[in-house]
């Protein structure tokens, strides 16, 4: 593993040791944290077999941040989105539409990817079409864990959903992944193929490399 993947991973450390540290309910920062701890390990355990672009790993990482953020203070709580809350007198803390968005935007670039390299498509302009769904599936699945964890939180429940109130917090979520999906497929598209091809050359080199 290159020296650019273990800083990566430094990085996810402090991060996650911060987070972990001290946070709003320990509960709470474990269902919260815990999928970031499970998806880093498998990425590490595919790590040989499939190797994404940095461009991509890089986007987890910001992503994970962005989690491990929210599961220490707990989303309804970010202190600089009561900031925000206070001066541009919004209803509520909207951290977790930061998190949605994220919850869109990357695993497009992953299922974009994914989609790409091992071409499962064969006529690449239902790309976009099958990535959006696939992160809309990936979006409503992680409400119906809210649900189920919240459910067996009891107490927790609020704090685990963060609605705040709001009545259509469910759907709204689902909104804001949608839009960071389209977002990336908008913005990153070409810039993603560039890293793609970088990748598919080293890929080829690395059996020689091995020898």
């Not at 972990?20 to 709470?28: A, H, N, Q, R, S």
């Not at 202190?79 to 803390?93: C, H, K, T």
């Not at 864990?145 to 919240?150: D, G, K, P, Y």
């Not at 459910?151 to 009545?167: K, N, R, T």
Request: aromatic share 16%; net charge neutral.
């Amino acid at each position: 593993m290159g020296k650019k993947y273990w800083v990566l991973l430094i990085i996810f450390a402090i991060v996650a040791a911060w987070s972990g540290y001290k946070p709003y309910e320990t509960g709470l920062w474990f269902m919260e944290a815990g999928m970031c701890l499970v998806g880093v390990i498998i990425l590490i355990a595919t790590f040989k077999r499939f190797r994404f672009t940095d461009m991509t790993y890089i986007f987890i990482l910001i992503h994970l941040i962005i989690l491990f953020v929210g599961a220490h203070y707990s989303y309804a709580r970010v202190p600089l989105f009561d900031w925000i809350q206070e001066v541009f007198d919004q209803s509520r803390n909207n951290y977790d539409k930061v998190g949605h968005f994220a919850q869109g935007f990357i695993p497009a670039m992953i299922a974009r990817e994914l989609i790409i390299r091992l071409d499962v498509v064969k006529k690449k302009g239902w790309i976009p079409f099958f990535v959006v769904c696939i992160c809309m599936a990936i979006s409503a699945f992680y409400e119906f864990i809210e649900w189920w964890a919240a459910v067996l939180s009891g107490d927790g429940a609020e704090d685990f959903l963060g609605m705040q109130g709001y009545i259509w917090d469910t759907q709204s979520d689902m909104f804001c992944a949608m839009i960071g999906a389209i977002c990336m497929l908008l913005f990153l598209s070409k810039l993603q193929d560039k890293q793609i091809r970088k990748q598919l050359t080293v890929d080829s080199q690395q059996p020689a490399d091995n020898n």
